[in-house]
């Protein structure tokens, strides 16, 4: 079993920037693969960025440029560094889990974080 508990999510004005992180605990050696994705109100969640344990990374188009994903060894915390942050950027973001390279392709998701608010304010 693996826990992802995500925190640094908050209230930032157009163009600010934060830094969220996920603390992984738990069976971490058997994590493949970690992403976050996000959820706005009444929207389905969708992927944000992914990195994966032997360093190939992923980013939605809207992000690239301006997020950055990056893990400690052994991805006991992952990051995500947001920087020009927009209005539409506003949701809850979660921390995700995988434990094999294909189900990282497939967004098979294994384990979820409970989340945080990110709001942007114009």
Do not use: H
């Not at 109100?41 to 990374?57: H, M, N, Q, T, Y």
């Not at 991805?75 to 942050?85: A, D, E, F, H």
């Amino acid at each position: 079993q693996v826990e992802l508990v995500e925190s640094g999510g908050g209230l930032v004005q157009a163009g600010g920037s934060l830094r969220l992180s996920c603390a992984a605990s738990g069976r971490t050696l058997s994590m493949s693969s970690m992403d976050w994705f996000l959820q706005a109100p009444g929207k389905e969640r969708e992927f944000v960025a992914g990195l994966s344990r032997v360093g190939d990374i992923l980013y939605r188009d809207s992000v690239k440029g301006r997020f950055t994903i990056s893990g400690d060894n052994g991805m006991n915390t992952v990051y995500l560094q947001m920087s020009r942050l927009q209005p539409e950027d506003t949701a809850v973001y979660y921390c995700a889990a995988y434990e094999s390279s294909t189900d990282w392709v497939l967004k098979r998701v294994r384990y979820w974080g409970q989340g945080t608010q990110v709001t942007v304010s114009s």
